[in-house]
């Protein structure tokens, strides 16, 4: 069992910062491979950034490379995703999830937190 709540969401401007936060309890996080996602009104979600238990897979998805980063801190239990040079296309609500395996599909989902980007 593993619970997530994300936290740092709200409006910016475009070209501002946000750095979204994931506090997860329940299971050890440091063994967890941990993803964000995000949907947009009228969209399929779509994956954003991933981390892995180790640190050393981290994958984004090409609309944010070099713009987003992701991290982790395994002493407070909690993922990033840092948020830069934000755009109005990156509006959405933004989810982080957790799975166990490196192949497997993630088992588990936070309740989501809205970013808004305006122009």
């Known amino acids: 069992q593993v619970q997530l709540v994300e936290s740092g969401g709200g409006l910016v401007q475009a070209g501002g910062s946000l750095r979204l936060s994931c506090a997860a309890s329940?299971?050890?996080?440091?063994?967890?491979?941990m993803g964000w996602f995000r949907q947009a009104p009228g969209k399929e979600r779509e994956f954003v950034a991933a981390?892995?238990?180790?640190?050393?897979?981290?994958s984004y998805a090409d609309s944010v490379k070099g713009r987003f980063t992701i991290s982790r801190d395994d002493t407070k239990n909690t993922a990033y995703l840092q948020m830069n040079s934000l755009k109005p296309e990156d509006t959405a609500v933004y989810y982080c999830?957790?799975?166990?395996?490196?192949?497997?599909?993630?088992?588990?989902w936070g309740q989501g937190t809205q970013v808004t980007v305006s122009s």
């Open positions: 999830a957790a799975k166990f395996s490196s192949l497997g599909r993630y088992e588990y």
């Open positions: 329940g299971r050890p996080f440091s063994s967890a491979h």
């Open positions: 981390i892995s238990w180790s640190r050393r897979e981290i």
